[in-house]
């Protein structure tokens, strides 16, 4: 008698076994998560249109700079949703690899999904601290690590990618190691710098989400949602380490939250970035005219319509090349004491005497015009005696200038 085959399958064998069943759940299951999935990538293009559009027609801040953030959430979406679902379900060029040229280009893709999860990350970070108010030294910081941290960690994966054989890299140790790094790299440190902002906050008196400032409000919101991203990766990576150190059995049952937990988590960063932000910057303000910048937005746009000269047109149907009015240049009104020789040669002595006051053309003043021009042609001729120590005139009713010597008179 021929010994059984391991091919020998006896009915008996199969009996309790309900594998179309289970395979029909895990398909639903699967479908259940791509149109998850499908929806966050859906949800981050939608999202980046609409903030787009809202920043541009509002006229504040950059929109370019708004689309580049909203780029870098699109493309990782984009590469972890086709890597994860389409690929593994339907195409397989990435997941069976016959040929050296198909594993190269799989190792490639996972360099650039690598890359573009880590700028994502890092760079949400500089966002937060963008619509904050962060600038100078610290922010350009942000910008720097948001390159350098995914570049650094996506090369150390394609070199460990490149030396480690297919078994070895399979390895529940090699599994093990590269998620914690990962971990480490993309949820630990954004996850600490997230909360050293909050806590310096907390510091400054934050009591709530909503601000004065809608951009301060959108960083608030998008810092809170980023938060929990992390949280839930935590979550997912932790029974990830439980199910690779237990039995072939958990791992499968375990399989499904960690699966259902990564979806999740992209689903919480699309709500984070754009739509965290679109909505912190349409959530009506509060105390909006306490707020210095809103209010320096306020008076820059009065003041651009203020400041326009406007022209006179001068002979519009002749010229019309707007020309500016020649209008010559006002001067203070003429003081009403003017200086006359004949009354006093010393103009500042007059004006502290008569500041504030206005001479009139009347009778008075022509009588003491009338005697004193008496009094100098009497001096003049010599019929007046007089004494020669007061010969000397005053100085507010001499004839002559007060810088001239003075003369003395001889009878």
Same mark, same amino acid.
Do not use: Q
């Given at each position: 008698m021929a010994v059984n085959s391991p091919l020998d399958v006896k009915l008996e064998d199969l009996e309790g076994l309900e594998l179309e069943y289970e395979e029909i759940d895990v398909d639903g299951e699967e479908l259940g998560r791509f149109v998850l999935?499908?929806?966050?990538?859906?949800?981050?293009l939608a999202g980046s249109a609409v903030l787009v559009f809202t920043v541009y027609r509002r006229g504040r801040g950059s929109w370019t700079e708004v689309l580049g953030?909203?780029?870098v959430q699109i493309i990782w979406q984009v590469l972890a949703w086709y890597a994860k679902h389409v690929d593994a379900n339907w195409v397989h060029s990435l997941t069976e690899c016959p040929t050296v040229d198909c594993d190269y280009r799989r190792k490639i893709y996972l360099f650039i999904?690598?890359? *573009?999860?880590?700028?994502?990350?890092? @760079?949400?970070?500089?966002?937060?601290? $963008? /619509?904050?108010?962060?600038?100078?030294?610290?922010?350009?910081?942000?910008?720097?690590?948001?390159?350098?941290?995914?570049?650094?960690y996506a090369v150390i994966m394609l070199l460990l990618d490149l030396t480690l054989s297919t078994e070895k890299r399979a390895e529940h140790i090699t599994l093990?190691?590269?998620a914690i790094a990962r971990t480490v790299w993309?949820?630990?440190?954004?996850?600490?710098?997230l909360l050293c902002w909050f806590m310096g906050q907390c510091l400054n008196g *934050?009591?709530?989400?909503?601000?004065? @400032?809608?951009?301060?409000?959108?960083? $608030? /919101?998008?810092?809170?949602?980023?938060i929990l991203f992390h949280i839930i990766h935590f979550t997912e990576i932790i029974i990830y380490v439980v199910a690779k150190n237990s039995s072939l059995d958990a791992q499968i049952e375990l399989s499904s939250p960690i699966a259902w937990l990564l979806d999740v988590g992209h689903l919480i960063a699309a709500l984070a970035i754009p739509w965290a932000w679109f909505l912190g910057l349409m959530l009506p303000k509060p105390d909006s005219n306490s707020d210095p910048t809103e209010m320096n937005l306020k008076l820059a746009k009065q003041n651009k319509n203020r400041n326009i000269i406007k022209y006179k047109l001068e002979n519009r149907y002749m010229h019309p090349i707007p020309r500016k009015e020649k209008t010559n240049v006002e001067t203070p009104p003429t003081t009403p004491m003017k200086f006359k020789p004949e009354i006093t040669s010393s103009p500042s002595v007059t004006s502290q005497e008569t500041s504030g006051t206005v001479l009139y053309n009347t009778d008075a003043n022509l009588d003491k015009k009338s005697k004193r021009s008496s009094y100098v042609e009497a001096v003049s001729s010599g019929s007046l005696h007089l004494d020669p120590v007061s010969a000397a005139p005053t100085k507010?009713?001499?004839?002559?200038?007060?810088?001239?010597?003075?003369?003395?008179l001889q009878v």
């Open positions: 999935r499908t929806f966050a990538v859906l949800l981050v953030f909203c780029s999904e690598n890359l *573009f999860h880590g700028i994502a990350v890092y @760079s949400g970070i500089a966002l937060v601290g $963008r /619509l904050e108010g962060l600038v100078g030294a610290v922010l350009w910081m942000l910008g720097i690590m948001s390159a350098a941290a995914p570049l650094l093990i190691g590269v993309f949820n630990l440190i954004p996850a600490g710098l *934050f009591m709530r989400l909503r601000s004065s @400032s809608s951009r301060e409000t959108a960083s $608030r /919101l998008i810092a809170a949602l980023l507010s009713k001499s004839a002559d200038p007060l810088w001239l010597p003075a003369k003395s």
